[in-house]
């Protein structure tokens, strides 16, 4: 057997280089596949067509054949709707049981067009059983274009940005108006306006002595003797007769003026010492 020929200028490259990608495992090259790595065959699987229920499963497989909704061959779209359920299930897909209720409705209408109606039915007129699917497809398909046409509208987020842009705050200097004499007075005299609203109530001490109410009765006693509820001033209040009680009994504990009686249960009479024989006179 003949030998294959090298080319020089390859022998002494030694192994080939790695490609640009390469799978690491670890930080090293993976060369080759392990012997004993299992892939199960629904590792990865791509489901393209999605629907949002089975009106509209129906409806797509209506359109897909260009068939008239007014006239569905029954027979077609329900087989080509339990291959589609068997194929979803297949792919190990949940089905909601909105989509089994409607392959038993299907399967009702399929077994209502295919047997053969009593006589009695025929003559009273009965109605297609496939009305009441084409009406629900029809009002089905009236809401999904609706739905169609607002989502091609423009969205702001996905067609239209907003468009932003930082602008410096520029903060304008307003120049003060000139103050006028006359708006000064003017808010002084509403200052004193609301002065006027406010009662200030101040208590203000008596000026009342002992002292001074012992130079006033013995003033009073020097023009003779006097009664005793005459040195009492009613209009003084009660501070004014309790200050004139207390000159009274400091004089006579200083001796200074005397108290007597000119008889029992009289009236009482304050005079000085040197007049305590003089008679008190009623006043004409």
Same mark, same amino acid.
């Given at each position: 057997?003949?030998?294959?020929?090298?080319?020089?200028?390859?022998?002494?490259?030694?192994?080939?280089?790695?490609?640009?990608? $390469?799978?690491?495992?670890?930080?090293?090259?993976? /060369?080759?596949?392990?012997?004993?790595?299992?892939?199960?065959?629904?590792? #990865?699987? $791509?489901?393209?067509?999605?629907?949002?229920?089975?009106?509209?499963?129906?409806?797509?497989?209506?359109?897909?054949?260009? %068939?008239?909704?007014?006239?569905?061959?029954?027979?077609?779209?329900?087989?080509?709707? +339990?291959?589609?359920?068997?194929? +979803?299930?297949?792919?190990?897909?949940?089905?909601?049981?909105?989509?089994?209720? +409607? @392959?038993?409705?299907?399967?009702?209408?399929?077994?209502?067009?295919? #047997?053969?109606?009593?006589?009695?039915?025929?003559?009273?007129?009965?109605?297609?059983?496939?009305?009441?699917?084409?009406?629900?497809?029809?009002?089905?398909?009236?809401?999904?274009?609706?739905?169609?046409?607002?989502?091609?509208?423009?969205?702001?987020? !996905?067609?239209?940005?907003?468009? !932003?842009?930082?602008?410096?705050?520029?903060?304008?200097? $307003?120049?003060?108006?000139?103050?006028?004499?006359?708006?000064?007075? +003017?808010?002084?005299?509403?200052?004193?306006?609301?002065?006027?609203?406010?009662?200030?109530?101040?208590?203000?001490?008596?000026?009342?002595?002992?002292?001074?109410?012992?130079?006033?009765?013995?003033?009073?006693?020097?023009?003779?003797?006097? !009664?005793?509820?005459?040195?009492?001033?009613?209009?003084?209040?009660?501070?004014?007769?309790?200050?004139?009680?207390?000159?009274? #009994?400091?004089?006579?504990?200083?001796?200074? %003026?005397?108290?007597?009686?000119? @008889?029992?249960?009289?009236?009482?009479?304050?005079?000085?010492?040197?007049?305590?024989?003089?008679?008190? /006179?009623?006043?004409?």
């Amino acid at each position: 057997m003949a030998e294959e020929a090298v080319d020089p200028q390859l022998a002494g490259l030694g192994s080939p280089p790695l490609p640009e990608h $390469v799978v690491k495992v670890l930080g090293q090259p993976l /060369q080759k596949l392990p012997e004993d790595l299992y892939i199960p065959p629904d590792a #990865l699987e $791509v489901f393209l067509e999605a629907f949002e229920g089975p009106l509209d499963l129906l409806l797509y497989l209506i359109r897909k054949q260009n %068939l008239d909704i007014l006239d569905i061959p029954v027979l077609q779209i329900t087989r080509q709707y +339990m291959e589609y359920i068997a194929m +979803m299930r297949g792919l190990k897909l949940e089905l909601a049981a909105e989509y089994l209720v +409607m @392959a038993a409705w299907l399967a009702e209408i399929k077994s209502r067009v295919l #047997l053969p109606r009593p006589p009695e039915t025929e003559e009273e007129g009965g109605q297609d059983p496939r009305l009441e699917l084409v009406r629900r497809l029809q009002e089905y398909e009236r809401f999904k274009t609706a739905a169609e046409r607002l989502d091609a509208l423009p969205r702001v987020g !996905r067609d239209v940005h907003l468009a !932003r842009a930082a602008v410096e705050r520029i903060e304008a200097e $307003v120049p003060l108006p000139p103050l006028d004499l006359r708006e000064l007075l +003017m808010a002084f005299q509403s200052v004193m306006a609301r002065a006027e609203l406010y009662v200030h109530h101040t208590i203000a001490r008596e000026p009342l002595s002992v002292r001074d109410r012992m130079s006033r009765v013995l003033d009073r006693l020097q023009h003779g003797p006097a !009664r005793f509820i005459d040195l009492f001033d009613p209009a003084e209040g009660r501070a004014g007769i309790v200050v004139a009680l207390l000159a009274v #009994l400091e004089l006579v504990k200083a001796r200074l %003026l005397a108290v007597h009686q000119q @008889a029992p249960f009289t009236e009482l009479v304050i005079n000085l010492p040197e007049d305590t024989g003089a008679s008190l /006179q009623e006043p004409a």
